[in-house]
């Protein structure tokens, strides 16, 4: 069973712009944190943003002021606007639901590759 169904990654320029979006149940997206994680080739998984069920978001250094996360309350979806993008952001991004360490969600994953 699917969970959350990431869409929106691809091959953009320096300095270019994506939207990802992952869309999930109604009962996941009005009681689970939704948060991004990204992981590079040959590097650890790494946080990006978060956003609770009350729309209050928090993001990685790497991102401030590039990334915005929102949600769509009508579409139980969630978007990470991504602009100003470099090299240094391709990777596989990946949407995750928690509630508890025990209980959580993962997305299949989406590239964003950024050509410089």
């Known amino acids: 069973q699917v969970h959350l169904v990431e869409s929106g990654g691809g091959l953009v320029q320096t300095g270019g712009s994506l939207r990802l979006s992952c869309a999930t149940s109604?009962?996941?997206?009005?009681?689970?944190?939704m948060r991004w994680y990204r992981q590079a080739p040959g590097k650890q998984r790494e946080f990006v943003a978060a956003?609770?069920?009350?729309?209050?978001?928090s993001y990685a250094d790497s991102v401030k002021g590039r990334f915005t996360f929102s949600r769509d309350n009508a579409k139980n979806t969630v978007y990470l606007q991504m602009n100003s993008l470099n090299p240094e952001d391709t990777a596989v991004y990946y949407c995750?639901?928690?509630?508890?360490?025990?209980?959580?969600?993962w997305g299949q994953g989406t590239q964003v590759t950024v050509s410089s």
């Open positions: 995750n639901a928690m509630r508890s360490k025990w209980d959580e969600y």
């Open positions: 956003i609770t069920v009350t729309g209050t978001t």
């Open positions: 109604k009962t996941i997206f009005s009681i689970y944190t």
